[in-house]
């Protein structure tokens, strides 16, 4: 036989486990932002004022090109999503803690062979040298011997830039031949929010 146990004993246990799961929600907010995986929903960033996503590529390319087309196919709270561009040690730090970075994972950086320039997706173009460009590079930089066909030039000739796992939380960037396939992408919605 167990004791009887008063109404009032079962609130107040009812009441001291929910304060004790919210307090350890609230304190381990980092290590339940870091096992965020394909599919879940977007999470938001405040240094960028946008919301993140990261999504399983569909198709059977899943090139730079591709999984661009499809980040744009998505939409969260009324706003067209893109590659995400991660222009801001901050904005790199929360993406680190808050996905599984542990495979390849396109983001929306390009380097354009025939200028030698990088461009983030619908921003202007600008030298992999200049000062103030926030950089996150792999010590390789390209895919081996993934670099640009001798001679390239025209609209295609670029190399998509994705995140590079290098830990087990930790990526870099680096770029790959417009050909090269990986089945996930980071999609930005930036939204401006507060």
């Not at 561009?85 to 993406?95: G, R």
């Not at 417009?178 to 939204?191: M, N």
Request: aromatic share 12%.
């Amino acid at each position: 036989m167990y004791p009887a146990v008063s109404t009032h004993t079962v609130r107040v246990r009812t009441l001291v486990g929910m304060l004790v799961l919210l307090a350890s929600l609230s304190l381990g907010t980092d290590r339940a932002l870091a096992v965020s995986k394909a599919g879940d929903p977007p999470i938001y960033n405040p240094a960028s004022k946008s919301y993140f996503q990261l999504l399983k590529a569909t198709g059977r390319l899943n090139n730079w090109l591709t999984v661009r087309g499809q980040a744009m196919a998505q939409t969260f709270n009324g706003v067209q999503g893109r590659l995400a561009v991660i222009d801001s040690a901050e904005t790199h730090e929360f993406i680190m803690k808050s996905f599984n970075v542990s495979k390849p994972i396109w983001v929306g950086l390009r380097y354009w062979c025939e200028f030698r320039m990088l461009e983030w997706y619908g921003q202007r173009p600008y030298s992999p040298s200049d000062p103030g460009h926030f950089q996150a590079w792999h010590s390789q930089w390209n895919r081996g011997n993934q670099l640009c066909a001798h001679g390239s030039s025209g609209p295609n000739a670029f190399m998509g830039v994705y995140y590079q796992p290098v830990g087990k939380q930790s990526a870099r960037w680096q770029a790959a031949r417009r050909g090269k396939g990986f089945g996930l992408l980071l999609v930005e919605f930036p939204t401006g929010d507060k």
